[in-house]
């Protein structure tokens, strides 16, 4: 099976920074793309970054030039993704949600499963 983590929410100051993390784990095969979204109260859930399995990014306006996507996938760190913010403001307060799209991988008999996965969302909140 597949599970996604994330880690790294809290309560941060306006003008500050927090840097979330998003680990993908089970018998993968590998990821197209791994996205943040977010979901304020009263909001709907909002695309906020994406990074392809290549590494082309895209960005709401909204967090352009202050949030970066960034992903790795080496033996320490295998299917992880991150989101670097800088410079938060009391609007960027939301859960914070990671998902793999098209994502694949292999159960116990070997057959190969494609789908797409959320993890279960960090709050991020900017207050003084």
């Known amino acids: 099976q597949v599970q996604l983590v994330e880690s790294g929410g809290g309560l941060v100051q306006p003008g500050g920074s927090l840097r979330l993390s998003c680990t993908a784990s089970g018998t993968i095969f590998s990821i197209n793309t791994m996205n943040w979204y977010r979901q304020a109260p009263g909001k709907q859930r909002e695309l906020v970054a994406g990074i392809s399995s290549g590494g082309s990014t895209n960005y709401a306006e909204s967090v352009k030039g202050r949030f970066t996507i960034s992903r790795e996938n080496t033996k320490n760190t295998k299917n992880t993704a991150y989101l670097q913010m800088n410079n938060l403001s009391p609007e960027d307060t939301a859960v914070y949600y990671c998902?793999?799209?098209?994502?694949?991988?292999?159960?116990?008999?070997?057959?190969?499963?494609?789908?797409?996965?959320w993890g279960q969302g960090t709050q991020v909140t900017v207050a003084s």
């Open positions: 998902k793999a799209a098209g994502l694949s991988w292999y159960d116990a008999s070997g057959g190969l499963w494609y789908d797409d996965y």
